[in-house]
């Protein structure tokens, strides 16, 4: 296809990606009265958000008798889980914005489920002194989308569907937009904006073992990367402790907050052997190395699991609360709760690292902004704590709106935007042209599944230097083997081998820079665990790691951690 | 065992069915055996896909004649018949096309909407019939300062119908829509009534009188597909039935329904 001006698109702000950040977003700009659209490679519905299971957290202290609750004792807990890598201030304001975030969502329709006097009802999660966590069952994130996606529709917010965005637009030094192929024709689109906020999610299918939906495959980091911006603590990646084994379907956290407990195959509560304190409700850090340990030491079952045991909570409350897992247990894994434990080992979950963005929202690249998953603030650091990833979508969806808005004020497109998106058309297409022409070598779904299996073998839940240089050469021999090899469909339309193929370029980018800041990072912290360097090293790093390409290759760097209230300490639970 | 799988490109003009040999291992899904078609056998091979937990609705499709979510339908359960259900007649699941269940599994694309390319079918028309429902929060009063309280009771009946995950295979199941392309469907419905049985919406009819017509509340014949097929279920027939006695009791039924 000729690049021509039906296919270019201009709005003032453009939101890639349609979940629940891309979409807290989306309402706001659209509420002040700019043009607004969301270009994503599904329907909005669609998004990874609808998975999110167990709740999200704020001091709302409706469960009195647990106490008072704060935002800065929400703070408090944020912090010590990041094993102090996160950035306090970015803390701060997230736990701050939290109560109101919750109530606006109840107020915009989100069915939150109650307690007895009809406030919402907060479950205790892990890492967490207070029952912080509201929730809708275990529903939460299919619950807040729906609602967010009601109030887009109802702001005619233009919603681009299955448009699969394949590079950032530069000129003038600033970022004016993007590329996309639209998937059910496979025509390349520009759009033009002054604004342009990446909502992309994470990246976890670069993983074999991941929660993830299979989108998850983190164009949004890439492309950022490609256009200039760094990444931060991309190595800090999550691993739930509860995947259905099997499929590695999410188990909530939850089902433990509700008093479910982790046994292995001798029947041993093995977590009070790690966390005396916390037990079964110990971080994911920690409850996840628990597990691979009892594994390995042979006190797992056969294939590699353990066992969730629910039983006690009794059927009434297992409908109540958790139905939606109770439900996946027996449609995946043939096993209901209510009789028998359920089978779960630790899959990826969770990148805590991402695109490096101020308190703000705002990349060191003019007119490019990035929240959510895709994103890094700081404000989980090392390791997350569940239910807060929730609440970053809507607090910093909201808050880098507000920032995008004020920006829209001075900010416009150079003057040759016009010129310089259909050059990014031309570029893109002559790639995807040259892509299609290529025949033989090897496939496609071979190398994927080779990337999968190195992340997870070589930088998984334990790693260490000699495991992790040679997964790091497998990663760059698979950049050498993409090139060569090739899709055979050539058709345009629907054409999922392409997709695929192009989101596999990205992931193998990722993938490095996951191996060097992990390689880089000569100490344990938080979810990254080196067993030839089992302590945390503040003297050396106690800072965030910064990626960035420099004439084509991975340059990795350090910036101070911002310590504010919250000195650091040990991490006990 | 053979997948058999309806492939449609709008160049080739005419469907046809391919069959590919599969080694079914045990928790296969039918999501599992398309993503092994695509990899090993056959990357032109289109069908939409997401969170492969049956939470995201994306891959409902017409699974041995039945709409079903493709990633949470065993392929075990097919062939030795535990998942196999009844519905009530409508074309599209006529046995049309020959196979046999104890070693093929029949995919087709989600009946009632317009393929456009193998499983993938244009949503177009489901998606416009649930925008006309106006789905968003009506509250009755201003927002106060805190959350607006709800009775536990109140949020569990609600919960039977926000598990909605739009995936279409009631719109897919039902004889109505298979007839009537202007009838709204059961998943549209189910989410008006939704709102319209919200406590912090007002008590009024004012929701019920957005499908006071045939291609609304009226429309339905209460085959009750929608609700034996509704992976999360939800029982939109349920809805129906009740919205439509409410609209009796108060006489707001529109003439000539029934």
């Known amino acids: 296809m000729v690049a021509d001006q039906q296919s270019i698109h201009i709005f003032d702000v453009l939101i890639i990606g349609g979940g629940l950040t891309g979409l807290r977003a989306a309402l706001e700009i659209a509420a002040a009265g700019r043009a607004v659209a969301i270009v994503s490679k599904v329907h909005p519905l669609r998004s990874h958000s609808v998975a999110a299971q167990g709740g999200i957290n704020a001091s709302l202290g409706n469960n009195a008798a647990a106490g008072q609750d704060s935002w800065n004792a929400h703070a408090f807990d944020t912090v010590k889980g990041s094993d102090y890598l996160a950035d306090q201030d970015a803390v701060e304001l997230m736990c701050r914005m939290a109560p109101n975030a919750v109530i606006e969502l109840e107020h915009l329709g989100t069915v939150f489920s109650r307690q007895a006097d009809g406030k919402i009802a907060q479950r205790p999660f892990g890492g967490a002194g207070f029952p912080r966590t509201c929730y809708a069952a275990d529903r939460t994130g299919h619950n807040i989308l729906n609602t967010l996606y009601e109030q887009v529709l109802h702001r005619n917010v233009r919603v681009f569907e299955e448009y699969f965005v394949t590079t950032l637009a530069t000129g003038g030094g600033r970022c004016i937009g993007c590329t996309a192929l639209n998937v059910s024709d496979g025509d390349l689109h520009g759009f033009l904006a002054p604004a342009t906020m990446l909502a992309t999610g994470g990246f976890g299918r670069i993983y074999s073992r991941s929660t993830n939906a299979l989108i998850n495959t983190g164009e949004g980091a890439s492309m950022a990367m490609r256009a200039g911006v760094a990444l931060k603590d991309m190595e800090f990646v999550q691993f739930h402790p509860t995947s259905l084994f099997g499929t590695n379907i999410l188990i909530t956290e939850g089902a433990r907050g509700e008093g479910g407990i982790l046994l292995n195959r001798n029947g041993e509560r093995f977590m009070e052997r790690y966390a005396p304190v916390s037990k079964d409700l110990a971080p994911r850090d920690v409850v996840a190395r628990a597990i691979h340990q009892e594994i390995g030491a042979g006190r797992g079952f056969d294939g590699g699991y353990v066992h969730l045991d629910l039983r006690h909570l009794g059927e009434e409350l297992i409908a109540e609360r958790l139905p939606g897992i109770r439900q996946i247990a027996i449609d995946f894994a043939g096993v209901d709760p209510v009789n028998e434990p359920v089978p779960v080992q630790p899959a990826q979950h969770y990148s805590m690292g991402g695109i490096a963005v101020d308190i703000t929202g705002a990349t060191t690249l003019p007119g490019l902004y990035a929240a959510g998953e895709s994103a890094c603030v700081s404000v989980h650091g090392a390791n997350r704590l569940g239910g807060n990833s929730l609440l970053e979508t809507v607090v910093f969806g909201l808050m880098t709106a507000g920032t995008i808005i004020r920006d829209l004020s001075v900010a416009g497109l150079p003057k040759d935007a016009n010129s310089s998106i259909l050059d990014a058309i031309r570029h893109e297409q002559t790639k995807i042209d040259d892509f299609l022409a290529r025949d033989g070598g090897e496939g496609m779904p071979e190398l994927r599944n080779a990337l999968k299996e190195t992340m997870y073998d070589h930088f998984g839940i334990f790693r260490n230097e000699g495991l992790m240089k040679e997964g790091l050469g497998k990663i760059l021999r698979l950049k050498e083997r993409f090139h060569k090899a090739s899709i055979e469909y050539k058709g345009l339309e629907f054409n999922f081998a392409l997709q695929r193929a192009l989101e596999l370029e990205g992931m193998i980018t990722l993938a490095e820079v996951v191996a060097r800041g992990a390689l880089a990072r000569k100490e344990t912290r938080g979810s990254h665990a080196r067993t030839d360097y089992p302590s945390r090293d503040d003297v050396h790093f106690l800072a965030h790691t910064v990626a960035q390409l420099v004439n084509e290759k991975i340059v990795v760097a350090y910036e101070p951690v911002k310590i504010m209230t919250f000195p650091v300490k040990g991490r006990e639970y | ?258």
Not at chain 2, 34 to 44: A, G, N, R, W
């Open chain 2, 1 to 258: 065992m053979i997948l058999k799988v309806f492939r449609y490109m709008k160049e080739k003009k005419e469907p046809r069915y391919d069959s590919f040999p599969l080694d079914t291992e045990p928790g296969m899904s039918v999501l599992g055996a398309l993503f092994e078609i695509q990899e090993k056998y056959d990357d032109s091979l289109a069908f939409r896909y997401s969170c492969r937990g049956a939470v995201c609705g994306t891959c409902a499709m017409l699974i041995d004649k039945v709409p079903r979510l493709a990633c949470r339908t065993q392929i075990s359960s097919l062939l030795d018949g535990s998942s196999a259900m009844y519905l009530a007649p409508y074309p599209e699941i006529e046995r049309s096309v020959p196979y046999d269940p104890s070693t093929e599994v029949l995919v087709e694309p989600l009946p009632h909407l317009p393929v456009i390319r193998d499983l993938v079918v244009d949503m177009t028309r489901f998606f416009a019939a649930y925008r006309t429902m106006q789905p968003v929060f009506k509250p009755k009063d201003t927002a106060p300062d805190h959350e607006r309280t709800m009775e536990p009771s109140a949020v569990h009946n609600l919960e039977k119908y926000t598990s909605c995950i739009l995936c279409a295979a009631c719109y897919g199941a039902c004889p109505v829509n298979a007839r009537e392309q202007e009838y709204v469907g059961p998943a549209a419905l189910a989410k008006l009534y939704r709102f319209h049985i919200d406590p912090r919406e007002s008590e009024d009819s004012s929701r019920l009188e957005i499908a006071n017509t045939r291609s609304g509340w009226w429309g339905c014949e209460f085959h009750t597909n929608c609700t034996r097929v509704c992976p999360k279920g939800v029982p939109p027939s349920i809805a129906i039935g009740n919205a439509r006695e409410e609209l009796n009791r108060s006489g707001r039924e529109p003439s000539g329904m029934e």
